[in-house]
């Protein structure tokens, strides 16, 4: 299973962008997607998560500027980030509980990280 982020890039104070995240190769079910960054120096942290049934979860950092989201059937997983803030630099990654064949386990697969920088 792979991941491919992209969406990242410069953008000023209070500017927006939209992040993508596609899940492909062999993959029979996919349970939670989530976005996850980390700035230098800091651990990485969870920006939010969805459930395959739609609950979401963000981070008290971002409620009411950051919304997840995802389309199904394209184990997308989105992050359509507004009213940014430069401490919301860091690189994102995107991450899917995903299960490869029935009743295997789910196993957390992970993009390989995308940069958003916040600056004028």
């Known amino acids: 299973v792979q991941l491919q982020a992209s969406g990242g890039g410069l953008v000023q104070p209070g500017g927006s962008l939209r992040l993508s995240c596609t899940a492909s190769?062999?993959?029979?079910?996919?349970?939670?997607m989530g976005w996850y960054r980390q700035a230098p120096g800091n651990e990485r942290e969870l920006v939010a998560s969805?459930?395959?049934?739609?609950?979401?979860k963000h981070a008290d950092s971002v409620k009411g500027r950051f919304t997840i989201s995802r389309d199904n059937g394209k184990n997308t997983v989105y992050l359509q980030m507004n009213s940014l803030k430069p401490e919301d630099s860091a690189v994102y990654y995107c991450?899917?509980?995903?299960?490869?064949?029935?009743?295997?386990?789910?196993?957390?697969?992970w993009g390989q990280g995308t940069l958003v920088t916040v600056s004028s």
């Open positions: 190769g062999r993959i029979f079910s996919i349970n939670d």
């Open positions: 969805m459930a395959k049934g739609g609950v979401t």
């Open positions: 991450n899917a509980a995903a299960q490869t064949v029935p009743g295997v386990i789910y196993f957390t697969y």
